[in-house]
């Protein structure tokens, strides 16, 4: 498998990094390099085989609906880029 | 006291030798003076670290005191730590001071009463083995400064070897404790995945990544892993099970131990001298009433090809928090909400986060997702039998924690698949959810050689005792960097 300039860029795209045209060929290269050693694993028969996402085998906790936490919005919004009245500033979206 | 353990600076603290306030004062002035040349630490705040070494010395004076009460630590600057600017060796977190401390510090903070010194380097977001992809600059080898720490967690690694700080937290996603603890001649232990708590712990891959202690010697570790440890209801993966005395087994003798060595850690690829210290220290264990028997875990070759797909896809879903809105660095010139994204990523991130972040978004992409994705979770299965396959014959497993010993700075910095290809032991164990450790076992060429030693599922103890009774009968986990006063 080998990925194209025109792959990368779209790639790129979905995971909301801007790219240049250069550093789309740097990465090109770089990331068919890596999947060379990725391939590796199309060698191996899996058929059978159950995923295992995770090393313990858990079920996620369930907790009373009860409010736990306290409010500190002021805290969590004082290391935000930009925020106004309590709110979180971004450009216009609808207009 | 720069070189004390743990046990004897606790000693000292208790009978009023020294006060936790000089202590931290001594390793301050030991940052002032080697930090500039080591680049271990991003972050010093000598007036926070006194301020908690005050309130340590009160309680050793009111007599309540625990045993590591105003002991000095170092903290990776992957924990959150209230107050405490937390950056992830990134540029997207250059100026976050953190609202919150992970659980991790709040139990060292609060219950154990320890000072922490500063924040220490590492990798960007974890994702490096040579502490190169931090955006704060490289750390250097104590032992070589010509030479890399190993990564990500280098800077807590260098900052110990050198004794800027007694001891230190790392994390460990692929080996970030062990195989900068072998290249800085460090004892580093990676926990059972869910042992420590990971909230607060900035995520990378959330289903490897898991917090540990670096120190001198693995009864040091033994007693910072007492503080670490335990359920916590804010990390959904947190195991909830009985508290354990890690430094209970420590001095247990050998006799009878089974080691197993994989025949795939012993075959080429691997040094000749990082092989030849690995086989003097199983020719120890012998001699201390262990024996070596030969396992196998044939699918070992496939671990870090299926951790290039599951790390990087996990990693993908993580950082698509940072997006210059609640938190982190927002690009200065932008136009749409889509453009502030994007620019505010691609300047916040350094090179080896976005490619990652890259794979892992093209792997989980419609269409891919069966062929890597899926592929690489059925081979992580395959990886974890071949463990419980092997500890039927051994009680731990014993090889090389790294291929070669520390690099030069820059060496690999260029190649990615082959910076990947130096974790090739260690990544194993946390797609399995073991638990690993590395001791020192000698040197070659000067610089020093990890052991990797792996237990079964929640066999810290073990693993420690294994560890401590080795470092009764060899000194090499007391040979510090002759550079370095």
């Known amino acids: 498998m080998s990925l194209t300039l025109e792959q990368v860029q779209r790639i790129a795209h979905l995971a909301r990094i801007e790219i240049s045209e250069s550093e789309a060929r740097t990465t090109q290269s770089h990331l068919n390099g890596i999947f060379q050693l990725i391939e590796q694993m199309q060698a191996v028969d899996t058929r059978g085989v159950e995923p295992m996402a995770h090393a313990q085998e858990l079920s996620q906790r369930l907790r009373p609906d009860a409010v736990t936490e306290e409010n500190r919005r002021a805290a969590f919004q004082a290391v935000a880029p930009e925020t106004e009245a309590g709110l979180y500033l971004v450009p216009k979206v609808i207009e | 006291m720069i070189n004390a353990s743990l046990k004897q600076l606790s000693q000292a603290l208790a009978t009023k030798q020294i006060s936790s306030v000089e202590l931290t004062r001594l390793f301050l002035d030991r940052i002032a003076r080697l930090n500039p040349m080591l680049n271990a630490f ?11 070494a005050r309130t340590a010395d009160a309680r050793i004076a009111a007599g309540t005191a625990g045993p590591l009460t105003g002991i000095p630590i170092a903290q ?5 730590a209230e107050g405490w600017r937390t950056t992830c060796g990134s540029k997207m977190l250059a100026n976050f001071v953190s609202p919150y401390d992970a659980t991790v510090i709040r139990k060292m903070h609060g219950e154990a009463g320890m000072v922490s010194l500063g924040k220490t380097n590492m990798d960007e977001f974890a994702m490096g083995s040579s502490n190169e992809t931090s955006f704060f600059g490289p750390v250097r080898n104590p032992w070589d400064t010509e030479r890399v720490p190993g990564g990500s967690s280098g800077g807590s690694a260098a900052a110990v070897a050198a004794r800027l700080a007694p001891a230190a937290t790392g994390t460990d996603t692929g080996g ?31 289903s490897l990544d898991q917090g540990g202690p670096m120190a001198a010697s693995a009864e040091d570790c033994a007693l910072l892993l007492n503080t670490m440890v335990g359920f916590d209801e804010r990390d959904s993966t947190s195991l909830d099970r009985p508290v354990e005395d890690y430094a209970r087994d420590l001095d247990k003798p050998l006799a009878g131990l089974r080691i197993g060595l994989p025949r795939e850690f012993f075959g080429e690829g691997c040094d000749a001298g990082v092989m030849a210290a690995v086989r003097a220290a199983i020719a120890e264990y012998e001699k201390l009433g262990a024996t070596a028997v030969e396992v196998s875990l044939p699918n070992s070759h496939l671990s870090v090809p299926a ?15 940072f997006d210059g ?10 136009g749409s909400l889509d453009d502030m994204y994007m620019k505010s990523r691609a300047q916040g991130f350094g090179a080896e986060v976005k490619r990652r972040i890259l794979i892992g978004t093209y792997v989980l992409s419609h269409g891919y997702y ?3 994705y899926l592929q690489a979770q059925r081979i992580r299965r395959l990886i974890a039998g071949d463990f419980v396959e092997a500890f039927k014959s051994c009680d731990v497993i014993m090889g090389p924690t790294s291929p070669s010993t520390a690099f030069k700075l820059g060496e690999k910095a260029a190649d990615p698949v082959q910076m990947y290809l130096s974790d090739i032991y260690t990544i194993a164990v946390n797609l399995a959810g073991l638990p690993g450790m590395s001791v020192p076992c000698g040197f070659a060429g000067g610089l020093p050689v990890g052991l990797q030693l792996i237990g079964n599922y929640f066999g810290e103890a073990q693993l420690l005792n294994v560890a401590h ?11 510090r960097p002759p550079g370095i006063a």
């Open chain 2, 307 to 321: 951790y290039y797909v599951i790390a990087p896809a996990e990693a993908s879903s993580n950082l698509s928090r």
């Open chain 2, 42 to 52: 991003v972050t010093v705040d000598a007036e926070k670290s006194l301020n908690s």
């Open chain 2, 370 to 372: 069966d062929a890597y």
């Open chain 2, 325 to 334: 809105v609640r938190y982190g660095f927002r690009a200065d010139d932008y």
């Open chain 2, 76 to 80: 990776k600057d992957i924990f959150c």
């Open chain 2, 176 to 206: 970030s404790i062990r195989q900068p603890a072998a290249l800085c001649n460090l004892t580093g232990l990676k926990p059972t995945y869910g042992v420590v708590s990971r909230y607060g712990m900035i995520a990378f891959a959330s």
């Open chain 2, 469 to 479: 009774r080795y470092q009764q009968a060899t000194d090499w986990h007391q040979r």
